[in-house]
């Protein structure tokens, strides 16, 4: 396996991916070939890697909230929240100005067609927006 060999696999599986989000967004893509997109007011990005021969695996990451007031049981709620999900790892990082609360999910998509891939994006963003909205209900119900 070459480099060439990794980055024409990751390339093509970013065009499926971007083709499979150009259903439902309007799609960026950066100088190094990573995609990037707003599902509502989160903010997504979309990178490939070839971990190895046939496993080339897309890794989705949705920035939920940012510069969330530091409570601790809105910590405790997205941590318990993170363990409900099929669809990502809810992660928490405390900052100077308060939480950020994002939503990565990776999996294999080689070979998968446009319309199941699609499907599997949206569950994802639509997720990352669904806990959006619940993160910042529940950061104005504590203010």
Sequence with gaps: MTEDEDAAVTAQLLTAAREALELFHEV????DGALSFRHGEVPCAVQAMRLAEGLT???????????????????????ERAGQGL???????????????????????????TEPLSTLLMLVVSTASQLRTELLASAEGGA
């Design 28 to 31: 960026h893509v950066d100088d």
């Design 57 to 79: 695996v897309l890794s989705l990451t949705c920035v939920v909230a940012w510069d969330l007031p530091e409570d601790p049981k809105l910590a405790v709620s997205s941590a």
């Design 87 to 113: 669809f990502g790892t809810l992660g928490v990082v405390h900052t100077e100005r308060g939480m950020d609360v994002t939503l990565r999910y990776a999996f294999p998509a080689e070979g998968l067609r």
